[in-house]
């Protein structure tokens, strides 16, 4: 075989074209959904690392190549995490490197061990194939639920949301299809670079001709079904995050959010929702912000004798074993006809986003007063489990806060009384006009595909709107300019309780190849050949 030289680089020429490689499959996710660079980025890795597989060492050879292809597709992928450094403030910005390169080689670790584990194993044809998809599907369930996961960007992620190839997420759930990703990239090699196969062209044509297939009939068929007694005013403002970091710019971003929330057609609407973020430093059970809940009592009873409910992100605390906890949560507050605030409900984040909200051993950092990025505060507390609620006048559903929504079956389970809708408030302020508010609505989509659940999204300077049970974005508002939707809530279909299970099935089937694989012994045919 005349093996090109995209194979046999070695050295740091090996790992700059291993981050190229990787960087270059972002192009697959959103705001592009390029997938076809995606499939193709995955074949060329997967050729790699067939090719070091025949050399000394293999499981090294393998952990490197596979490290650096990661390094730049986690780096490339999530390098908007810089921004929150620069919104918190100058004294952040020096971290800023460290911090992002940190997070991507962490996420690559998981990858880096997939690639040793597949180039020792040294097999080729079908097999080879199937291991690749096995030991990657491994990675990716581990990068999301591994000290507490960050499942951003699945392989699965590179369809949009709504269209027909992501609807099998329904029965597969989103570690299915990238496990169903992860086999096309891997055909795919195998059809490149070692030619004259019929089958590794069927593997990787077939796959994408079925889900298409499926995801066209679904969509075909869809048909949706709307409360006509929900009214939703879902509010966005435009703003800097750095804005929302010092009280005087704070309060006047809130003063445009209250003037827009009471724009014409208010007395039809029956819950208000601002994002999270929109309020800086509002929260606590007692409510601490008596002027915020007078201007909104005064706006929204102005001739209203039912104020609608107004959801929105508040910060809450508690004693706790001799210290303050603070908690992130979704809060429902009613209004009297005479504007006098009560709290109807919340529903604290589970999910934080570490070093970010939450720290671990955050009683030792609270004590030499480690600064956060997203907040003023020592640390963030998770609540202990996650729980549906029953918001006024809305049916049963599931708060998810920001980045929450990243985590499949999250949603709680609850078999007699289901949640009927997931409620996703988020601050996507921190990420500026990167990519990464568009690959957070992606994301949240999904979750309405795979629960069956529409999705009621509140970003601030993200895409805010409402997004069906298909993944389809129903109604969006405009980010560039202060804006509301106003909007019907529409019905799920029936709740999908099932993709846990399939998360489990998956790491069952997965660990068992691997583990076939690794008793197959060296492979008969070889790349060279």
């Known amino acids: 075989m005349n093996v090109p030289f995209i194979l046999r680089s070695k050295g740091w020429r090996g790992r700059g074209l291993g981050l190229v490689l990787g960087a270059l499959a972002v192009l697959g996710h959103a705001p592009f959904h390029f997938w076809p660079v995606t499939l193709i980025s995955f074949a060329v890795l997967y050729a790699r690392l067939q090719w ?13 190549v596979a490290l650096w292809w990661a390094v730049g597709y986690f780096a490339a992928g999530t390098f908007w995490v810089g921004s929150a ?88 759930g989103a570690y299915g299809l990238s496990a169903l990703v992860l086999l096309m990239g891997a055909a795919l090699g195998q059809a490149i670079f070692w030619r004259k196969r019929v089958w590794p062209f069927a593997v ?49 971003v809130t003063n445009q959010f209250i003037r827009a929330s009471v724009s014409p057609g208010i007395k039809d609407v029956s819950h208000l929702i601002w994002p999270e973020g929109a309020v800086r430093g509002f929260g606590g059970p007692a409510m601490d912000d008596p002027d915020l809940l007078y201007a909104m009592g005064s706006a929204l009873s102005d001739g209203d004798t039912t104020p609608p409910v107004w959801l929105m992100n508040s910060l809450q605390t508690e004693i706790e074993q001799g210290r303050r906890r603070y908690y992130n949560a979704s809060v429902a507050i009613i209004f009297d006809e005479n504007g006098v605030a009560a709290v109807a409900g919340s529903n604290r984040k589970r999910k934080l986003v570490a070093f970010g909200e939450h720290i671990p051993m955050m009683d030792w950092f609270e004590d030499v007063q480690f600064p956060l990025i997203s907040t003023n505060l020592a640390s963030i507390s998770p609540a202990k489990t ?8 809305l049916p049963r559903v599931s708060p998810q806060l920001c980045y929450e929504v990243a985590f499949p079956g999250l949603t709680p389970i609850d078999l007699e009384n289901p949640a009927e809708f997931i409620l996703n408030q988020s601050n996507d302020a921190w990420f500026g006009r990167s990519a990464g508010p568009a690959q957070h609505a992606n994301i949240a989509r999904y979750r309405a595909i795979e629960t069956g659940l529409p999705i009621v999204r509140a970003a601030s300077n993200g895409i805010s709107g409402i997004f069906d049970p298909y993944g389809r974005v129903h109604g969006k508002v405009a980010v560039t300019n202060v804006s509301f939707l106003d909007t019907r809530l529409i019905k ?22 691997c583990v076939i694989s690794s008793r197959i012994g060296r492979r008969g045919v070889g790349p060279r050949r």
């Open 52 to 64: 070091v597989a025949d050399e000394d060492r293999p499981g090294r050879r393998g952990f490197s």
């Open 204 to 252: 990787t044509s077939l796959p994408l001709l079925v889900i298409y297939g499926i995801g066209h009939v679904r969509l075909s068929n869809a048909e949706l079904e709307f409360h006509d007694d929900i009214n939703l005013r879902i509010v966005s403002v435009p703003f800097k995050q750095s804005e929302m970091m010092t009280p005087d710019t704070a309060v006047g």
């Open 85 to 172: 450094f620069i919104e918190r403030g100058p004294e952040f910005i020096p971290v800023m490197p460290f911090m992002v390169a940190g997070l991507a080689f962490l996420l690559a670790f998981f990858w880096a061990l997939a690639g040793a584990f597949f180039a020792r194993a040294r097999l080729a044809g079908p097999m080879a194939v199937l291991a690749f998809t096995a030991a990657f599907t491994l990675a990716e369930i581990a990068r999301g639920n591994a000290f507490g996961g960050f499942p951003w960007n699945l392989t699965a992620y590179i369809f949009e949301a709504g269209s027909r190839p992501s609807q099998v997420a329904r029965w597969m």
């Open 492 to 513: 799920p279909l029936k709740f999908n309780s099932k993709i846990k299970l399939i998360e489990r099935l998956l790491l069952l089937i997965s660990l068992s190849t």
């Open 386 to 393: 996650k729980t549906l609620i029953d918001f006024p006048g």
